[in-house]
């Protein structure tokens, strides 16, 4: 007989690597829990449920949504075609998904598995949604089949589960300018996001290489400022007279319905998709196709190299009518609290040669080009705010004074972070150190593709505590949570980006999911294997330094 285990806290590990060796669809199985994020509370026991071709999925009318995907994950690798239905269920040889008023927390979840039955509870239909990943992960990895598979069991360990998430904001960024991604790939990305229980996508769509989002007011932002006529080739960090470029035009851009279409995607999968619009910096595309927008009125071209340029939006009338306009069909397509309007790196050297800053520095009373950056951000602000809206930005948009009512993206340190929540403003961590994953995962730069720099290894990642010691309890409240960001100079394709999301990402997703008291290094890794099996089943081209040690 299988011995009774309970998985407190922390006491796992042993349980964990004496069966995590033996990954096949065994019974020995049942010793492991392969989840990640790591649950607040875990009890194992004795026996398991198997989902089979009758096994019926019930629930409240509220959860068909949730119901229907979770039919969906079964049946394409089972060849079932179980549906959900609405109703209670005691029955045996079912699911039931219900709304549970008595658990607290908005994502919170109850998860129990007993050989007759499986039933999943959230204070929201999110939280059942949360209940349905933990669950997925319970299933063989072979759950993750694009095609049916005969011969697997779907098997899943008795187990209860009791789990709510440390932070509410738990999310990815990607960055389409520099290199775009098929919908399809996107599409992927956001279901990588569900299923390590994150919440939020924080869509890059606009910069110096591209403007990736149509726009119908202004029709030459995607028909000039989607297309660069070549790239750099190399590392950005090459001096000018040693530059080489492809030759090759490149660019696109995500039209409307499009973008509709990824909104409601994530949406299905309780994913909010944060756009970012850039401004004052990093706009030197749409410049280039509108040069009124800019302080000189040359025509430039869209950026063909990295790093940071000087051309940035002139603070006039006609750049806010603009912004504003853009801003409004922007609000229209993504339901999002949160606007991101950017604010990083905007060098000041063209609003100190411009006539027109230089004037309304004086007739608004400003010290320099940083409070000129500040007013800019400030009357942003209000637009934003007219319409129900909040601004995130990065962490530039302290300098100069914060708008106040932004929240801040805290990405050259944490001191950003810090200085906000002390000026009880909300915030979000993605520090460089830890979060940007757009930085080698490896010593060994030679045998790796290129990137921008760094070294970020899974391990640095799991370490990572969002909250700053330096915060008092209450400062600490302001801190919404983290996220990872991927900037794509050097990551030009699906595959690539698969190699520097996983398996960091799933380090990430336990740092704002699960409460430190519960984080382990040893155990998590553990963890990361079935996770690896999943991703062969998906096809997917993870890293592989933590699981063969190389540094
Ligand atoms: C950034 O990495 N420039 C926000």
């Known amino acids: 007989?299988?011995?009774?285990?309970?998985?407190?806290?922390?006491?796992?590990?042993?349980?964990?690597?004496?069966?995590?060796?033996?990954?096949?669809?065994?019974?020995?199985?049942?010793?492991?829990?392969?989840?990640?994020?790591?649950?607040?509370?875990?009890?194992?026991?004795?026996?398991?449920?198997?989902?089979?071709?009758?096994?019926?999925?019930?629930g409240d009318a509220a959860l068909e949504q949730e119901g229907n995907y979770l039919a969906q994950l079964v049946n394409m690798p089972s060849g079932f075609t179980l549906a959900f239905k609405e109703g209670k269920s005691n029955e045996k040889n079912s699911i039931s998904l219900k709304l549970?008023?008595?658990?607290?927390?908005?994502?919170?979840?109850?998860?129990?598995?007993?050989?007759?039955?499986?039933?999943?509870?959230?204070?929201?239909?999110?939280?059942?949604?949360?209940?349905?990943?933990?669950?997925?992960?319970?299933?063989?990895?072979?759950?993750?089949?694009?095609?049916?598979?005969?011969?697997?069991?779907?098997?899943?360990?008795?187990?209860?589960?009791?789990?709510?998430?440390?932070?509410v904001y738990?999310?990815?960024?990607?960055?389409?300018?520099?290199?775009?991604?098929?919908?399809?790939?996107?599409?992927?990305?956001?279901?990588?996001?569900?299923?390590?229980?994150?919440?939020?996508?924080?869509?890059?769509?606009?910069?110096?290489?591209?403007?990736?989002?149509e726009i119908k007011k202004?029709?030459?932002?995607?028909?000039?400022?989607?297309?660069?006529?070549?790239?750099?080739?190399?590392?950005?960090?090459?001096?000018?007279?040693?530059?080489?470029?492809?030759?090759?035009?490149?660019g696109g851009f995500y039209t409307q319905e499009e973008v509709k279409d990824i909104v409601d995607y994530a949406a299905k999968r309780h994913i909010t998709v944060i756009p970012e619009i850039e401004m004052p910096g990093h706009s030197i595309a749409a410049i280039a196709a509108y040069p009124e927008l800019g302080n000189t009125g040359k025509q430039y071209e869209v950026g063909t190299r990295w790093g940071v340029y000087k051309e940035i939006y002139a603070p006039t009338e006609k750049t806010f009518d603009f912004l504003e306009d853009v801003l409004t069909e922007v609000m229209e397509l993504f339901p999002s609290q949160l606007i991101h309007i950017g604010g990083d790196e905007a060098p000041k050297d063209q609003w100190e040669q411009s006539k027109y800053?230089?004037?309304?520095?004086?007739?608004?009373?400003?010290?320099?080009?940083?409070?000129?950056q500040s007013y800019f951000i400030k009357r942003i602000e209000k637009f934003v705010n007219s319409k129900g809206r909040n601004i995130i930005g990065w962490d530039e948009i302290l300098e100069g004074g914060l708008a106040p009512n932004a929240a801040v993206m805290s990405w050259r340190g944490t001191e950003g972070g810090i200085e906000a929540a002390k000026q009880k403003h909300y915030v979000v961590m993605t520090p460089g150190h830890s979060c940007y994953f757009d930085h080698y995962q490896s010593k060994d730069t030679k045998n790796e593709p290129l990137a921008i720099g760094g070294y970020l290894p899974v391990k640095k990642v799991y370490s990572y505590d969002p909250t700053p010691k330096e915060l008092?309890?209450?400062?600490?409240?302001?801190?919404?949570?983290?996220?990872?960001?991927?900037?794509?100079?050097?990551i030009g394709t699906p595959d690539y980006l698969e190699y520097m999301i996983l398996p960091r990402m799933d380090a990430?997703?336990?740092?704002?999911?699960?409460?430190?008291?519960?984080?382990?290094?040893?155990?998590?890794?553990?963890?990361?294997?079935?996770?690896?099996?999943?991703?062969?089943?998906?096809?997917?081209?993870?890293?592989?330094?933590?699981?063969?040690?190389?540094?």
């Open 170 to 213: 738990r999310g990815m960024h990607l960055d389409v300018g520099r290199h775009m991604f098929p919908v399809a790939t996107i599409k992927e990305f956001i279901d990588l996001i569900a299923m390590h229980k994150m919440n939020t996508f924080h869509w890059h769509l606009t910069e110096d290489q591209g403007w990736r989002i």
């Open 472 to 490: 008092s309890k209450e400062e600490q409240k302001y801190i919404l949570g983290a996220q990872a960001n991927v900037w794509t100079e050097y």
């Open 100 to 167: 549970d008023d008595k658990i607290e927390n908005d994502e919170g979840y109850t998860l129990s598995v007993s050989q007759d039955k499986i039933v999943i509870a959230g204070k929201t239909a999110k939280g059942v949604f949360y209940g349905i990943q933990s669950l997925r992960q319970l299933l063989p990895p072979e759950l993750e089949s694009k095609k049916a598979i005969a011969d697997v069991e779907w098997k899943v360990p008795s187990v209860e589960i009791i789990d709510s998430p440390r932070y």
């Open 508 to 551: 990430m997703a336990e740092v704002v999911w699960t409460k430190p008291e519960h984080k382990n290094w040893n155990d998590f890794k553990e963890r990361l294997n079935p996770m690896a099996k999943r991703y062969d089943v998906m096809g997917l081209n993870y890293a592989k330094h933590v699981f063969t040690g190389k540094k």
């Open 357 to 372: 800053a230089q004037e309304l520095i004086k007739k608004e009373g400003l010290k320099n080009e940083h409070e000129l």
């Open 218 to 250: 202004y029709p030459k932002l995607t028909e000039v400022g989607a297309f660069r006529k070549e790239t750099l080739i190399g590392h950005g960090a090459t001096k000018e007279e040693n530059r080489k470029f492809d030759g090759k035009p490149y």
């Open 1 to 58: 007989m299988m011995k009774k285990i309970i998985i407190l806290l922390l006491g796992v590990v042993v349980s964990y690597s004496c069966s995590v060796k033996n990954q096949d669809n065994s019974k020995k199985d049942i010793n492991v829990y392969p989840v990640i994020p790591k649950p607040e509370k875990l009890t194992g026991m004795e026996g398991e449920f198997v989902i089979k071709s009758d096994t019926k999925i019930v």
